[in-house]
C-alpha cells in the first residue's frame, strides 16, 4: 500500500471513528446548519486524526458493518455542494448493475431536523441517482452529522475511491470557499496541500461562470486546464464569448484542448469570435464549423453512405480546391 493511499485510508478511518461517536451520543443535537453570520468550521478535534492507523481501520469497519436500512430516494435531498458536474454520467451501467445484481454499496446519509426531507446524501450520489432512475428504496446508512463533517467526509471518501476529476474537485473546492470555509479547512476535505489548492482556486477565479458546465464531465488532469487558463487570461473575450466557443459536437475528452485553441485563436484576432455554425442540407446532411474543425453529420442511417462518399473524394476535392486558388 503507497504512502497516499495509507494516508487517505487514516483520514477516512478517523472520520469515521467521529461520526460513530456522534451515533451513539444521546444529547441533544446542535443546530446542523451553519448560521449565515458565523464562519463554518470542524467542529472535531483533530485529536481524532492523531489515533494508530490499526484503530482507525477497525473504526471503519465497524461504521461499515452497521446494518443499512431501505428509505425511499423521495426521502433523500441533494448536498449544496455538488463534486459531480454530472451525476448522470455513465449512469446506464450502474443502472443496470442495481437492476440484475441488487445495491451492493450502500450510501451514507445525515439526518436533518429542518428542511422538507428528512435525510441528505453524504456520500453515493451516483447509487442514489441509479435508484431514482429504477424507482426503487435505496440501501443507506443513517448517521448523525452537521453540515462540516458531511462535507470533510464527502471529500475524503471521494479521494479514497478516486472518481472525481481535476475541475470537479476544484470546482467542489470553489464551492466550499464560497460558503466559507478557509484554505485549512478545504485541504483537510480534498487531501491536498496549500499549494495544489491555490491553483485550484486560482483556476476556478479565471475560468468564467457557467464554463465548467459547458465543458461537461471532462476527464483532464491539471494541465489542459493550467493551459485553458493561460488563453483565458490573455484574450479578451468575455465569459459568454468564451462560453459559446465550447464545440459540445465535440466527445467530451477533447473539448479543453479544443477550447484553449479556439480562445487563443479568437484572441489573436481583431474579429469578435464567433460561435460555431451549422448548415443543413434539406435537414439530411449537417456540417458544423468550428475553429479549424468542420463536422458532417447524417440525420438517418440512408444517408449516412454519403459521408463515406465525402471521405472517399476528399483527396480530390483538396486538389481542385488547391488548382483553384493557383
Known sequence: MGADMKKRRSRLAGLEDALTADSHNQEAPSSEETPASKKPHFTKSLEVFDKDLSSRMAELERLKKQAPREIGTDQVSDSRFSDRIDVRDDLAGLVDSIKQDGQRLPILVRTKTSGPLPYEVVYGRRRLAACRELGRPVLAIIADMDEAEAVLLQGVENAERLETSYIER?????????????????????????????????????????LVQALGPVKDGRRPFEGLQKAIAQSKLDGQEIIQLVDRDLPVGRRVNALTTAVGSAGRSDAPAKKPTAESVAGKITATRSGNGLVVKAAAKEEAEFLDFVRDRLPDMYDQWKEAKS
Open 170 to 210: 476544484a470546482s467542489f473546492a470553489h464551492q466550499l470557499r464560497q460558503a466559507g470555509y478557509d484554505g485549512r479547512d478545504i485541504e483537510r476535505v480534498l487531501g491536498k496541500d496549500a499549494p495544489e489548492i491555490s491553483r485550484m482556486k486560482s483556476l476556478m477565479e479565471t475560468l468564467p461562470d457557467g
